[in-house]
C-alpha cells in the first residue's frame, strides 16, 4: 500500500479552521504505521543551499544526517565544511560556513521547505528514512 497525502483545511480550536500540511499528517502516520520509507515531493529536486528559483549558485544538497534532538547535519558538505541546522531552519557550521536559506512562497500557508525539513526529520526519529524528490520528474517517480 501506498499512501498518497497532501494538506487539507482542519477545525481548529484557535482560528476556526486552518490548514493541515500533508508533511505533519505523514509524521503523524509514520509514527503509527512504521512504513519502510517516506517520500516528500516538492516542486523543487530537495534541499538547497539557497532558493534555487532565486539564487542560481544555489547547490542540491545530496543528503542530511538526523540527530537525536530533532537537529540535523550536512555530512561532508560539498565544499567541505558540514552544515548543521535545528527545527527552527537556521544554518551554521562550526568551521567554514555553509548556510541553509529557506523561503515560503507567500501562498505556501504551510512554511514551505523549511516545515518540509523540520517534519522529514521527525519522520526520521520515528526510524523511517526519508526522500525528498520533484514531483513529476523521474527522481520522483523512482522514490
Known amino acids: 500500500m501506498m499512501p498518497v497525502l497532501h494538506g487539507d483545511c482542519v ?10 500540511s500533508g508533511d505533519t499528517i505523514i509524521r503523524v502516520l509514520a509514527e503509527v504505521l512504521k512504513p519502510q520509507y517516506c517520500v516528500f515531493l516538492t516542486d523543487v529536486a530537495g534541499l538547497y543551499t539557497a532558493p534555487p528559483d532565486v539564487d542560481p549558485q544555489a547547490q542540491l544538497i545530496p543528503a542530511v544526517e538526523v540527530h537525536a534532538d530533532g537537529s540535523w ?37 504551510t512554511g514551505g521547505i523549511a516545515a518540509k525539513v523540520q517534519e522529514a526529520a521527525g519522520v526520521v526519529l520515528t526510524g523511517c528514512p526519508v526522500i525528498i524528490a520533484q514531483a513529476g520528474t523521474e527522481a520522483g517517480v523512482a522514490a
Open 11 to 20: 477545525l481548529d480550536s484557535q482560528l476556526g479552521v486552518t490548514i493541515l
Open 73 to 109: 547535519q550536512v555530512p561532508a558538505a560539498m565544499d567541505g565544511s558540514s552544515a548543521a541546522g535545528s527545527n527552527s531552519g537556521a544554518g551554521s557550521s562550526s568551521s567554514r560556513q555553509l548556510s541553509v536559506q529557506f523561503a515560503a512562497a507567500d501562498h505556501d500557508t
